[in-house]
T-cell receptor, first 113, second 111 residues
Framework: NAGVTQTPKFQVLKTGQSMTLQCAQD?????MSWYRQDPGMGLRLIHY???????DQGEVPNGYNVSRSTTEDFPLRLLSAAPSQTSVYFC????????????FGNGTRLTVT | QKEVEQDPGPLSVPEGAIVSLNCTYS??????FMWYRQYSRKGPELLMY????GNKEDGRFTAQVDKSSKYISLFIRDSQPSDSATYLC???????????FGTGTQLKVEL
């Protein structure tokens, strides 16, 4: 009963490095999304997807790329990391039906130096 | 100004107390309101879901929505140390998956 699995749990990057945060869900959810959580800012939506091959931008998409080749996986790519991207990143998924709750992973804590 | 405002706390109460957590919002299109609970170093989990104005009760938890005042509340009765967490309000206009979150209120219930 894994739910939403995020890897890695922790990561330290240098400015300018790239990396991919992994997210996988085993609930056959159509909808997947990435949020970042910062003190005083709450959870902010970065990108989301309503199914394989379909992605769209959220509130704070700059500096991030996503793709959705399968229903299960929704990786988030940082192209050239900046200190402003230091944050806790959460992946969440749900069914695409009315009132379906979001299921969150346990987050990736990213520090960019 | 943020669309959703929430006092960050921390709020510290003794075990058994009634806790009141609140959010205000500015977007009158919001109709669906949620409360998520987030334990330290974990992802948020859905606690309560309400539609439009009114009250909804689930065990020790009651969610209240006052759309005329753009104000929502979560009440926790007989609070327990296991209720110590951050509580985030969230809302959406169309009942879909794109939620707007408050910043969260940190609650500590002390023995």
């Amino acid at each position: 009963n894994a739910g939403v699995t995020q890897t890695p749990k922790f990561q330290v990057l240098k400015t300018g490095q790239s990396m991919t945060l992994q997210c996988a869900q085993d609930m056959n959810h159509e909808y997947m999304s990435w949020y970042r959580q910062d003190p005083g800012m709450g959870l902010r939506l970065i990108h989301y997807s309503v199914g394989a091959g379909i992605t769209d931008q959220g509130e704070v998409p700059n500096g991030y790329n996503v793709s959705r080749s399968t229903t299960e996986d929704f990786p988030l790519r940082l192209l050239s990391a900046a200190p402003s991207q230091t944050s806790v990143y959460f992946c969440a998924s749900s069914q695409i039906i009315f009132n379906s709750p979001l299921h969150f992973g346990n987050g990736t804590r990213l520090t960019v130096t | 100004q943020k669309e959703v405002e929430q006092d960050p706390g921390p709020l510290s109460v003794p075990e058994g107390a009634i806790v009141s957590l609140n959010c205000t919002y500015s977007n009158s299109a919001f109709q669906y309101f949620m409360w998520y609970r987030q334990y330290s170093r974990k992802g948020p989990e859905l606690l309560m879901y309400t539609y439009s104005s009114g009250n909804k009760e689930d065990g020790r938890f009651t969610a209240q929505v006052d759309k005329s005042s753009k104000y929502i509340s979560l009440f926790i009765r007989d609070s327990q140390p296991s209720d110590s967490a951050t509580y985030l309000c969230a809302m959406t206009a169309g009942g879909g998956n794109k939620l707007t979150f408050g910043t969260g209120t940190q609650l500590k219930v002390e023995l």
